[in-house]
Nanobody, 121 residues
Framework: QVQLVESGGGLVQPGGSLRLSCVAS????????IGWYRQAPGKQREMVAT???????????NYADSVKGRFTISRDNAKNTVHLQMNSLKPEDTAVYFC???????????WGQGTQVTVSS
């Protein structure tokens, strides 16, 4: 049974920082592509950052244009954890953030429950 548990969301002032974490269980984490997505009220879910498996796909990262230079995705395979470091936060970053793991070769795709990030003064 695959589980993804997110943490680290909260309320932060514009210009501040947050670090989201997502712990995965039930998978061989190092072989999975990882990602963070977000969904703001009234909007569709959108990709924030993704990283392919170091082992199967070279560890390539990809970022939405709106977060490039401010957010960093990273993984700790020993702890089955993916992080999203978010700096210089803006009110438009306010959303529910979801962790995702994917193995496209097997058409497998799992989501966390989401964690709320609110950027407001």
């Amino acid at each position: 049974q695959v589980q993804l548990v997110e943490s680290g969301g909260g309320l932060v002032q514009p210009g501040g920082s947050l670090r989201l974490s997502c712990v995965a269980s039930g998978i061989i984490f190092s072989r999975w592509d990882i990602g963070w997505y977000r969904q703001a009220p009234g909007k569709q879910r959108e990709m924030v950052a993704t990283a392919t498996s170091d082992i199967t796909s070279g560890g390539t990262t990809n970022y939405a244009d709106s977060v490039k230079g401010r957010f960093t995705i990273s993984r700790d395979n020993a702890k089955n954890t993916v992080h999203l470091q978010m700096n210089s936060l803006k009110p438009e970053d306010t959303a529910v953030y979801f962790c995702n793991v994917k193995r496209s070769v097997f058409s497998l795709d799992y989501w966390g429950q989401g964690t709320q990030v609110t950027v407001s003064s």
